[in-house]
């Protein structure tokens, strides 16, 4: 009976012609082969891109955001994603359908549900006394009680007065 020496065989003794392909350009498999972080990477002055030897990891505390990919069990990233791979809860991505319509309808939804109106900040020339867009102004308009001190003719307080001057 012949040698079946062909079902115990090292894998590493093979390579296919797409493989360098698969490396460099999609990204894929990239940084396998080195565990030291490239520091030109953190400097932010690396200019390989994909095809530098070292590792480019971020930092975790930077990963603001759980990964929308991951929470349906499709990110491929793996450990080069930006995002977070955990289940936190304040760290969850806004839901796209509450932030444009107000609401929504998915009882189950696992994203954020910001209310948009507090997403909008306050108009610091209308809070100075007047705002040259008027009412088509992006930005929140908010009126302040009048000062009664100021009306009669002095507050003491200033501008650290909480009413409006």
């Keep these: 009976m012949p040698d079946t020496d062909f ?24 940084n396998s082969d080195s565990d ?15 095809k530098c030897e070292f590792k ?5 505390r930077e990963k603001a955001v759980v990964c929308k990919h991951w929470l349906r069990g499709l990110c491929k990233k793996g450990d080069q994603c930006e ?8 760290k969850m991505p806004e839901c796209w359908f509450y932030s444009r319509y107000g609401e929504c309808s998915n009882e189950d939804c696992m994203y954020l549900h910001i209310d948009p109106e507090s997403k909008i900040k306050e108009c610091a020339w209308y809070a100075r ?22 009306l009669s003719g002095f ?10 001057q």
Excluded: A, W
């Design 83 to 90: 995002f977070l791979h955990e289940f936190n809860m304040r």
């Design 155 to 164: 507050c003491p307080k200033g501008s650290d007065c909480p009413n409006g």
């Design 36 to 50: 030291q972080i490239c520091q030109d990477f953190l400097r932010g002055t690396c200019t390989k891109g994909m």
């Design 129 to 150: 006394g007047f705002c040259k867009h008027g009412p088509h102004c992006r930005h929140k308009h908010v009126r302040k009680v009048v000062c009664q001190l100021y």
């Design 7 to 30: 079902f115990h065989t090292n894998s590493k003794n093979y390579s296919f012609d797409f493989e360098d392909f698969i490396k460099t350009e999609i990204g894929l498999g990239n």
């Design 56 to 60: 480019h990891t971020t930092n975790f």
